[in-house]
């Protein structure tokens, strides 16, 4: 394995730095504190983070950053990985941002599983790497102060003893478990064992025999008691019986006295029946004789022949059927009476009517006259105006007329006079302009004339005046104003005559209008005069025949009301006649209700004879049930006599006497009985115990042989896991031997090459890994007694001898980290630096690919294939790294040569 580059970002003093990290020897060079150990620091802190430096994150991080990444490239057996950590301050703490591993086939994120892989990868953990590849500034002495089961338990982790030693405590393990099992197992053995033991002391069987000898005899006696019982329960039942019988007979002589004794009470009471029927009988009778004489009053009050005991119920018929007729006939007088009187009020009732109808028309037409009458008058008043009004248009007529007479126009065509003289009018003006504005002209033409010619030029081209044609054109202008002004003039005094002629026609023209509108109204007056006359004249027609209609009304009405009064007295005649009617048909009411009467009495008088009769038919009823009473009575004394003579007193004593020894004899076996049968069970759950006893004790026998068997199968695999324990014990020993012996070995040739001197003859390494250094004289001495220099060329021995070891020793790749020092020479003189030199030199020719070498030494220096240095800017304080250049390095080298 070897780094390949390592890219920092905010690493300790590094701000930003890369460096690529070829094979073979680099010396990283600098003053005290530029950076060097960091640099180193941060290829470890890619491997396995901060922990494994004894750092937190944030003394990682270069101070008061809050991000920082370290990227770490490296090729382990040929293949590529790349390790990136990227830390970020969260809160008040630097975490793990993202920790990333990437390889051939390999993919993995976070921290812990990175740190495991890496682990894994090169076989050593960081402490592992520590003790063999790194050795960190200051801790030369570690593995030398170190306790030989400290060291041995790290030389054993690198060759990977370890895990035979796990392996072996595995198997220690297995062990301890087999013998706690082991061990309860026969617990459990020895406590069946001891429980058959007491089983068998217990004597089962023998008891079992006399159980069931006991449960034989009780058995039999609880049949002999049982066959006693039911003999006395037959006995029981014998006695029973009779005296059940004897029961009978006394209930049912009970029975008939009581019988007996109520049959002579009901008949007692019937008699008293009897005699009651009989009072009544008699009273009724009495009833009788009262009611026929109340008929004979009563028969005497109506207009009947005979007398009471003559009337029969044929001319009580008759008597009825006359009354009926009479009353049917006065109702039919009655009804026609009522009708007439009805008939009669209803007619004068209505003549009243009809003349107050006529009254009525007679004033409406009255009123109507009158109306009438009045819009005549206010006709003919309206006419009379209308009249006048036209005289006034008639002479406003005349007087318009009489003007036209003198006018040059007529009636009809002023207006179109007036508009003629009005388009004249506007003509003259349009001249009156055109004139004047020529004269303006000409005028202003003058003045121009005349002040170019004051000016000597002439008035018509402006050129100078001597010789121009044009000075004549002056007595033009002035010769067209006279004339202009005489035309202005003329027409002024038209426009004048115009406009006098103008007021005139349209004067003309509005008394045209007015005549035409005169002469309409005047038409619409005639009319309206000539309506309002002829609408007089109806009206005043009108009025006298409503008068007329209104006398004839009246003389209506008179004569209706006449015969309302006569229809009126014949009604109230009318109304005597039906009072009288009435007042008949109360009497025929009454001679009915007499009749009613007397039908009540005679019907009460037969229902009382007919009660006579039922009261007697009841009497002999009654006599009747009590002498078949009797004869019962008769049969049931018999009936009683015969039982009682039938009873047998010494019969039932002797049954008496049975039952109740039987009784007694029952109550005792019962007792018995119930102890036999709770003894059969008591023995019965006894031999249940005791065979259950039998069957545990089969179960624990049987038990017992299955623990003894599994106790003898652990006993054999405790011996096998024994076995296997102390295999690993000693393949762990004699490996571990081997190993020592070569380590020995290897580390003799070490130390012999950077320290062959005269003091020391050999290092012993034993078997629990003690480290001693003989003296040339043979005195032993702890490697603690070592000088400082010393110590560190021993240790560093120690560290090449077990990279060596690890390098040839190890079945299969070695993982061969570069071997990283840091500082190494601090305690060393220049001599012994050579030595280093050497060293180092020889762990090359021994394979190891890559050795990072922190040192000023100068002797270093010159042994380096590469160069690095390390600077710190003294204002930033932010450290830098520099390859320096193969000619650059033989210069560095050369300068320490001199
Ligand atoms: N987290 C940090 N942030 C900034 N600077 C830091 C941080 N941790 C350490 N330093 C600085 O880094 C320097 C230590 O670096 P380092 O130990 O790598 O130096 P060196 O070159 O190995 O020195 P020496 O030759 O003395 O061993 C110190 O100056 C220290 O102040
Ligand atoms: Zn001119």
Do not use: W
Not at 69 to 81: K, N
Not at 379 to 406: K, L, M
Not at 460 to 475: F, K, L, R, T, Y
Request: glycine share 4%.
């Amino acid at each position: 394995m070897r780094f390949q580059r390592i890219s920092l970002q905010n690493f300790k003093p590094y701000a930003d730095a890369d460096l690529d990290l070829r094979d073979g020897v680099t010396v990283i060079h600098g003053l005290n504190g530029s950076g060097k150990s960091s640099l180193l620091e941060a290829c470890f802190f890619a491997l396995y983070g901060a922990r494994a430096l004894d750092e937190t994150l944030d003394d990682v991080v270069t101070t008061g950053e809050d991000e920082a990444e370290v990227t770490l490239s490296f090729v382990h057996e040929g293949e590529t990985y790349r390790i990136e950590r990227r830390l970020r301050r969260t809160g008040d703490r630097m975490q793990t941002a993202a920790c990333t591993l990437s390889g051939p086939d390999v993919e993995i994120d976070g921290a812990t599983d990175v740190r495991e892989f890496v682990a894994g990868l090169l076989r050593m953990d960081a402490e592992a790497f520590v003790n063999c590849a790194y050795v960190r500034q200051g801790e030369v002495n570690k593995l030398i102060n170190a306790t030989p089961a400290q060291r041995q338990d790290t030389i054993d982790d690198l060759l990977q003893l370890g895990k035979l030693e796990a392996y072996r405590e595995r198997a220690g393990q297995a062990r301890l478990g087999v013998e706690d099992v082991l061990n309860r197992k026969r617990e459990l053995l020895s406590d069946r064992e001891s429980r058959i033991e007491a089983k068998e002391e217990a004597g089962l069987h023998d008891r079992l025999n006399d159980l069931e000898t006991e449960l034989s005899t009780v058995d039999d006696e609880i049949e002999r008691f049982e066959e006693n019982r039911d003999r006395a329960e037959e006995t029981l039942a014998d006695a029973k019986e009779i005296l059940g019988d004897y029961e009978e007979t006394k209930s049912e002589i009970e029975s008939l006295e009581s019988d007996i004794a109520k049959l002579e009470e009901t008949i007692e009471s019937d008699e008293s029946t009897r005699e009651n029927l009989r009072d009544e009988i008699v009273e009724t009778r009495e009833a009788i004789d009262e009611l026929d004489a109340t008929l004979d009053d009563v028969v005497a009050e109506t207009a009947l022949d005979g007398g009471a005991s003559g009337v029969d119920t044929d001319a009580l018929e008759d008597r009825r059927d006359a009354l009926d007729a009479e009353e049917s006939s006065v109702r039919d007088d009655l009804q026609q009476a009522r009708q007439r009187q009805t008939m009669l009020s209803n007619q004068a009732e209505k003549l009243r009517e009809r003349a107050e109808e006529f009254d009525s028309r007679a004033e409406e037409a009255r009123d109507r006259a009158t109306d009438a009458e009045s819009s005549a008058e206010d006709a003919e008043a309206r006419a009379e105006n209308r009249a006048s009004e036209r005289d006034e248009v008639d002479s406003e007529i005349a007087s318009i007329r009489e003007r036209f007479g003198e006018a040059p126009v007529d009636p009809g065509s002023a207006a179109a006079h007036r508009d003629s003289i009005q388009s004249d009018l506007d003509d003259v003006r349009d001249e009156l302009a055109d004139a004047r504005a020529e004269l303006q002209t000409v005028r202003d033409r003058l003045e121009e004339a005349e002040s170019l010619r004051q000016a000597g030029k002439c008035p018509e081209c402006g050129q100078p005046v001597d010789g121009s044609p044009h000075v004549d054109a002056i007595g033009e202008y002035e010769a067209r104003i006279t004339e202009l002004q005489g035309d202005l003039e003329a027409l002024q005094e038209r426009r004048d005559a115009l406009e006098s002629e103008l007021e005139t026609a349209t004067s003309l023209a509005e008394a045209e209008t007015r005549l035409a509108n005169l002469e309409e109204r005047r038409s619409l007056l005639d009319e309206s005069v000539a309506d309002a006359e002829s609408t007089a004249e109806e009206r005043r027609a009108e009025a006298s025949s409503h008068r007329e209609d209104a006398a004839e009304f009246e003389a209506e009405a008179e004569e209706k009301r006449d015969a309302a009064e006569a229809q009126a007295d014949a009604a109230t005649e009318a109304s005597e006649r039906v009072a009288d009617l009435e007042a008949e048909l109360e009497r025929i009411e009454s001679a009915r209700d007499r009749l009613d009467r007397v039908e009540d009495l005679r019907e009460r008088i037969a229902d009382a004879e007919s009660e006579i009769d039922r009261l007697r038919e009841r009497r002999e009823t009654i006599a009747d049930r009590n002498d078949e009473r009797r004869e019962y009575l008769r049969e049931k004394r018999e009936r009683r006599d015969e039982l009682a003579a039938e009873i047998d007193e010494s019969r039932i004593q002797t049954a008496r006497e049975n039952k109740r020894e039987a009784a007694s004899y029952l109550d005792d076996v019962e007792t018995k009985l119930r102890e036999l049968r709770e003894r059969r069970d008591e023995l019965q759950n006894e031999i249940g115990g005791v065979r259950g006893s039998i069957e545990q004790l089969e179960s624990l026998r049987e038990d017992r042989d299955r623990i003894r068997e599994r106790v003898e199968r652990l006993a054999s695999l405790h011996e096998e896991v024994s076995t296997l324990e102390t295999t690993y014990g000693d393949l762990r020993a004699e490996l571990r031997r081997r190993n020592v012996e070569t380590l020995e070995r290897m580390l003799n040739e070490t130390f012999e090459l950077v320290y062959g001197n005269d003091a020391y003859s050999r290092i012993r390494l034993d078997d629990e890994y003690d480290l001693t250094v003989f003296q040339k004289d043979g005195t032993a001495l702890e490697p603690e007694q070592l000088s400082g220099g010393e110590r560190a060329l021993f240790n560093l021995s120690l560290r090449c001898a077990i990279y060596r070891l690890l390098a040839e020793g190890i079945e299969g790749s070695a993982p061969m980290p570069p071997l990283i020092l840091d500082e190494p020479t601090v305690f060393l003189d220049s001599g012994h630096v050579s030595r280093l030199v050497d060293l180092v030199e020889e762990m090359r020719r021994l394979g190891v690919n890559q050795i990072l070498i922190v040192s000023h030494d100068d002797e270093l220096v010159a042994a380096a294939d590469d160069l690095v240095t390390v600077e710190k800017d003294p204002t930033s304080n932010r450290s830098s790294v520099d390859r320096v250049g193969e000619a650059s390095l033989a210069a560095v080298t050369a300068e320490s040569d001199d």
